[in-house]
Nanobody, 127 residues
Framework: QVQLQESGGGSVQPGGSLRLSCAHS????????MGWFRQAPGKEREEVAA???????AYADSVKGRFTISQDNAKNTVYLQMNRLKPEDTAMYYC?????????????????????WGQGTQVTVSS
């Protein structure tokens, strides 16, 4: 059974940092892509970053240069390091994934086709 569990959210001041984690089961040793997405109140969900099992990755323009996605296969975890946070980064952050030889770009651009989602972790950036 595939499971995804996010953690690491919280409240931080503008300019601060947080590291989100997405612990997964059922993906180790397989082809996959995983992505981070976020949804702010009153807004549509949007892509943030994605990575595939080959380690290739991509970012939304809004977070390039500030956020870093990475994975630790030994710990079955995908991370999202978020630096220089802005109030507009405030949102519920979700990780999502799909099995198969899908590229990072597929995950980033095709969130409605990703079958597995975590419950989300809240990030609030406020002074």
């Amino acid at each position: 059974q595939v499971q995804l569990q996010e953690s690491g959210g919280g409240s931080v001041q503008p300019g601060g940092s947080l590291r989100l984690s997405c612990a997964h089961s059922g993906y180790t040793g397989t082809d996959y892509c995983m992505g981070w997405f976020r949804q702010a109140p009153g807004k549509e969900r949007e892509e943030v970053a994605a990575i595939d099992s080959d380690g290739r990755l991509a970012y939304a323009d809004s977070v390039k240069g500030r956020f870093t996605i990475s994975q630790d296969n030994a710990k079955n975890t995908v991370y999202l390091q978020m630096n220089r946070l802005k109030p507009e980064d405030t949102a519920m952050y979700y990780c999502a994934a799909v099995h198969g030889p899908y590229s990072y770009n597929y995950c980033l651009r095709s969130e409605d086709k990703l079958p597995d989602w975590g419950q989300g972790t809240q990030v609030t950036v406020s002074s």
